[in-house]
């Protein structure tokens, strides 16, 4: 398959039509592409703020104005699936299940059928100001395409998350990240969870300025695809990445069943061999040594 990992920066709308004409353009130069896989990214969804005018510099009203917008906006993601027959997860975003605010990424089929993963660890900040609450369960979605499951930014820095998901073959991280150490932390976990998981990881990032919305002011980051640093993927593992800061779609063609060949017959064995690591409630002896 082809996957397309977005650097997606987000952009001020007048209009719920210039919304859409937005999403129409990027999802159809990637499926022009030959793309058969979509990933926006994390927080992309906080553009919706814009609809609800100047009073989106509110930390409060943005996020009611994008929860209040994410039924509609995964709609339009629906038709676009099933117009250019791909899978996308869709731009996450702040949504009220019931009276708790979750992140929300949606994986829309090309039938039109919609699942979606909740993040489950939160950061400082979105814990404290901003109230998100994370929670689970985690899933593996059993596609056409193969065994997908998702890893919101900052759950990717856990291997036990994706751990509990490593009958996925491909696991996809939209990210957001406000400065370049934040990427590269998402980055580093994304590629740590491909060497521990034997498994393709794509990654997609926020891009830009966006001042006048709280929680997305300053974005860094790009489009990345990654595998195990083994045999049949390049050496460092790097399929493919784009370039730090530019908008646009990353590519690169994957096979799936080098997934299964590396877990079978690779150098290592680290997907199997997971469970040789001593039991979490093991304590190393302490030496004293001067």
Not at 202 to 214: D, F, H, I, L, R
Request: aromatic share 8%; charged share 20%; hydrophobic share 45%.
């Amino acid at each position: 398959m082809k996957i397309a990992a977005a650097a997606y920066p987000l952009d001020w709308f007048e209009s719920w039509e210039a919304y859409v004409a937005k999403q129409e353009a990027w999802v159809a130069e990637a499926a022009g592409e030959g793309a058969e896989l979509l990933l926006f990214p994390e927080y992309g969804a906080m553009e919706l703020a814009s609809l609800a005018g100047d009073a989106a510099t509110d930390l409060d009203v943005a996020t009611r104005e994008v929860a209040r917008r994410m039924g509609d906006a995964v709609a339009v993601v629906q038709r676009l699936a099933a117009r250019h027959g791909v899978y996308i997860v869709a731009a996450s975003g702040p949504v009220f299940d019931g009276e708790v605010l979750v992140n929300r990424a949606h994986l829309v089929a090309p039938s039109g059928a919609v699942e979606f993963q909740d993040k489950v660890i939160m950061t400082l900040w979105e814990r404290d100001p901003w109230g998100v609450v994370g929670q689970g369960p985690l899933k593996v979605f059993d596609t056409a395409l193969g065994k997908l499951a998702i890893n919101i930014c900052y759950d990717s820095e856990f291997p036990l998350l994706a751990r509990a998901q490593r009958e996925a073959e491909l696991l996809l991280v939209p990210s957001c990240t406000e400065a370049e150490e934040g990427y590269w932390r998402v980055r580093i976990g994304s590629q740590a969870r491909a060497l521990e998981g034997q498994c393709v990881v794509a990654m997609a990032s926020t891009v830009g300025a966006y001042p006048k919305v709280p929680a997305v002011e300053a974005n860094t980051g790009m489009g990345g695809i990654f595998g195990p640093p083994d045999a049949g993927f390049p050496p460092n593992g790097v399929l493919a990445e784009g370039r730090l800061g530019q908008p646009g779609w990353t590519y690169a063609e994957v096979d799936l069943a080098q997934v299964a060949e590396v877990r079978a017959n690779g150098h290592v064995r680290n997907l199997r061999d997971w469970d040789e690591q001593p039991a979490d409630h093991i304590s190393p002896e302490v030496i004293a040594l001067r």
